[in-house]
């Protein structure tokens, strides 16, 4: 069962600007985990937070997590035009559990 | 980073005939793998959790005597899609973890499935 709803469903903005998608869910959680996916095509790995942790950073991409809220955010600082991609959250319940994605977002970044 | 291989990438067939896909675990071994499945402009929905030496374990409204999964060593997983249908066409996507090492899940690159 879907268990994360990301928001918005689709943004667009300009190259150069900052998105920030959301990401909620529903139960405990042990990491979450962004990928992002070009169309019809597979997923690729951006980060991975762990429950216990509220922030992190790789590159232009920053995610923070509040397990009290059950909610992540996923900050892309100045985008590029390559950053158009559908972006989901998914969840664990441990290490080797399913990851259950959210809805995702649609970010199109235009140059 | 671990690597998991899919094969194949895409595959076109009739309508009523089967169609098996294969998840390799390359460098790790994976005791647990995942079955998803993809719907344009959609999520990855799980289908099934396949364990190595038994029976996998179905996500609700996925028909396991249409999707017959076989994980009989701790690197590979194959998915069997018997007697496709157009409504089956989808991109599959298989994914494993490594459970001794609390990292991201690896995922395959995906299957394109097209039925005509």
């Known amino acids: 069962s879907q268990q994360g709803e990301e928001d918005p469903q689709a943004l667009s903005i300009q190259e150069g600007e900052n998105a920030t998608m959301n990401c909620s869910y529903k139960?405990?959680?042990?990491?979450l985990q962004w990928y992002r996916q070009n169309s019809g095509r597979g997923l690729v790995h951006l980060i991975l937070i762990r429950s216990n942790e509220r922030e992190k950073h790789s590159g232009r991409l920053r995610v923070t997590l509040d397990t009290s809220k059950k909610s992540s955010s996923l900050l892309i600082t100045a985008s590029r035009a390559a950053d158009t991609a559908s972006y989901f959250c998914a969840t664990d319940t441990s290490g080797n559990t399913p990851l259950v994605f959210g809805k995702g977002t649609r970010l199109s970044v235009i140059a | 980073g671990a690597v998991v291989s899919q094969h194949p990438s895409w595959v076109i067939c009739k309508s009523g005939t089967s169609v098996k896909i294969e998840c390799r675990s390359l460098d790790f071994q994976a005791t647990t793998m995942f079955w998803y499945r993809q719907f344009p402009k959609q999520s990855l929905m799980l289908m099934a959790t396949s364990n190595e030496g038994s029976k996998a374990t179905y996500e609700q409204g996925v028909e396991k005597d249409k999707f017959l999964i076989n994980h009989a060593s701790l690197t590979l997983s194959t998915l069997t899609v018997t007697s496709a249908h157009p409504e089956d066409s989808s991109f599959y996507i298989c994914?494993?973890?490594?459970?001794?090492?609390?990292?991201?899940?690896?995922f395959g690159q995906g299957t394109r499935l097209t039925v005509v």
């Open positions: 139960t405990s959680i042990n990491n």
């Open positions: 994914s494993a973890r490594d459970i001794y090492v609390n990292t991201e899940a690896f």
